[in-house]
């Protein structure tokens, strides 16, 4: 990161762990706030909370997300420092105007989001993954026309790609990326059944112990999100030499776009069959299970910096990076 990139970035996640982790041990557990009349301790609820935050952050579209945006605005010599850091504060965004809702007497809603049978969870279930396959298969199709060298112009599909290319030109339009992602409700619905654990409303729980959980679970997210894009944004930039510049980069873009194509042909065909009755190599793409994905892409792209970074230090010395861009 640059240094501005790093202080925003550090003073953002710090804030979010001292107001979070503030609230939940200076006020919630010294008050012996219970988030159910019979229901598990406070500090329990907190560590639940920060943990699906942490644990989301490896989702197999959240995190191909990030690496392709990151390797786009790379290549263009735009600031990427914080890339994940904006897409999980827009991702956060939900969970926490969603726990809002539940506070001031939304209960309807979260019963709805948290019922598989309801009208806004069959919505919710095919937004959520038809917007992030939508744009995974663009960033990973302006990633692939990198590796040809250059742009070919002309055409409806490069019409559309330069338009979304565009619309999302620096990291702060990632806000906006993870805010449609976090309108699927997949993280939302479990901080609100943690708010509503034991509870029939939220009359014996206080409302700044109900928004505890929201900014924990944003504090976990933001932590890995931000880390896993700048470290990123190091193995894209970050060059073995000339004479293997060419070759690391374009296997750095081609996993990253590889990835991103199959989690959204898995999305989708996942839609096409549970939604619309599709049968065929839909049932089959769409039962593939992408719980591990994130994790597995993550691996594998540090690995290939890093065998990469080994072998030519070995053979040609320290390798040479490039210099960035950012302001």
């Not at 804030?15 to 982790?21: F, I, K, N, Q």
């Not at 069959?122 to 993954?129: E, F, K, L, N, Y």
């Not at 993870?178 to 901080?191: C, H, P, Q, R, V």
């Not at 910096?305 to 053979?315: E, H």
């Amino acid at each position: 990161m640059t240094d501005s990139g790093r202080l925003w970035a550090v003073v953002v996640i710090a804030g979010l762990h001292l107001l979070g982790w503030g609230m939940l041990l200076g006020l919630v557990v010294p008050m012996d706030v219970r988030y159910g009349a019979v229901g598990p301790a406070a500090i329990a609820v907190g560590l639940a909370a920060y943990a699906l935050g942490v644990r989301h952050a490896f989702d197999a579209d959240h995190i191909a997300a990030i690496d392709n945006t990151t390797r786009r605005f790379v290549d263009r010599g735009r600031p990427a420092s914080t890339v994940g850091l904006w897409f999980s504060l827009g991702h956060s965004s939900v969970v926490f105007l969603l726990c809002l809702a539940l506070v001031v007497g939304f209960g309807a809603l979260g019963q709805a989001i948290a019922d598989d049978s309801s009208g806004v969870h069959a919505v919710a279930g095919v937004w959520g993954p038809v917007v992030s396959s939508l744009f995974l298969l663009a960033i990973a199709g302006l990633n692939f026309a990198s590796l040809r060298g250059g742009h070919t112009a002309g055409g409806p599909v490069w019409r559309v790609m330069s338009r979304f290319e565009q619309v999302v030109d620096r990291p702060t339009r990632m806000y906006a990326v993870g805010f449609t992602f976090g309108l699927g409700f997949d993280t939302a619905t479990e901080i609100g059944l943690l708010a509503l654990a034991g509870s029939a409303s939220f009359g014996a729980v206080p409302w700044w112990a109900v928004l505890t959980l929201p900014i924990l679970f944003a504090a976990g997210m933001s932590l890995i999100d931000t880390v896993q894009g700048a470290v990123m944004r190091r193995a894209y930039l970050w060059s073995p030499g000339r004479s293997k510049a060419l070759g690391y980069g374009a296997i750095m873009t081609g996993i990253s776009a590889i990835v991103a194509v199959s989690i959204a042909t898995v999305q989708l065909s996942t839609v096409a069959h549970d939604t619309l009755g599709w049968a065929g190599p839909f049932a089959w793409i769409g039962s593939a299970n992408l719980g591990a994905v994130g994790f597995w892409l993550t691996g594998t792209l540090l690995a290939v910096w890093a065998s990469v970074f080994v072998l030519t230090r070995k053979r040609v010395g320290v390798g040479r990076e490039v210099p960035a861009t950012e302001p």
